[in-house]
Structures are given as structure tokens and as C-alpha cells.
């Protein structure tokens, strides 16, 4: 897949909505992605998987107002966020994830991210 460039972050009040992208240098259809985000002071956390067969998975902080979607045919995987809180404030990464015994895990290295302030 190369290399993965987020985008899409900004600042909002809350019950907003945004959308984040992750744009990667080569082809990514037979690759699971995921996203990612950090919190200040806090470990990275898992929010959304989406298989190379487009099954999706969700934590259930934002299940029912992220939706994680792809376009394979121009290398982008997707993070529409609606109904934004401020606990949902971080740096948004993606990453090609791995599956394991029901666990999703990063595979390598991770870009530069976008950062997402919800306002209250």
C-alpha cells in the first residue's frame, strides 16, 4: 500500500460532523485498514476496521455515528464521524491492520495523522 497520508481533521462544536480520508501511495484491495486515534495523554486506540471484503467493525464509543467505508479504485479509506463529542477530540491515524485469535492489530509504520477538536 506504501505510504498513508490522513486528511480531513479540523476543528468543530459538537453534534458535528467530519469526514477524514487516508490516501495510499499503491493499491489497497486486498489490504484490511483500520483507524486509529491518541488522545492527549492517553494510549492509541482502535475505532474502525474495514476488511478487503468490506466487512466492518466498529468500538463501541462510536458505533452508529462513525461509518468507515473505501474506494479501491483510488487507494482511499474513508471516516465520516457524525454527532462529534468532545471526547472524540485526538489525532486520527490510519493503518493496514492485521487479524489475529479476534484481535486487530497495526502493521506498519504510522504517518503523520490528522487532528479532530470537538468544541462543547
Partial sequence: ????????????????SLR????????????????Y???????????????????????DSVKGRFTISRSNAKNTVYLQMNSLKPDDTAVYYCNVVGYNSGTYYPVGSWGQG???TVSS
Avoid: H
Wanted: overall charge positive; proline content about 2%; hydrophobic content about 35%.
Fill in 114 to 116: 490528522t487532528q479532530v
Fill in 1 to 16: 500500500q506504501g505510504q498513508l497520508v490522513e486528511s480531513g481533521g479540523g476543528l468543530v462544536q459538537a453534534g458535528g
Fill in 37 to 59: 486515534r491518541q488522545a492527549p495523554g492517553k494510549q492509541r486506540e482502535l475505532v474502525a476496521t474495514i476488511t478487503s471484503g468490506f466487512i466492518t467493525k466498529y468500538d
Fill in 20 to 35: 477524514l480520508s487516508c490516501a495510499a501511495s499503491g493499491g489497497i484491495s486486498r489490504i484490511n485498514m483500520g483507524w
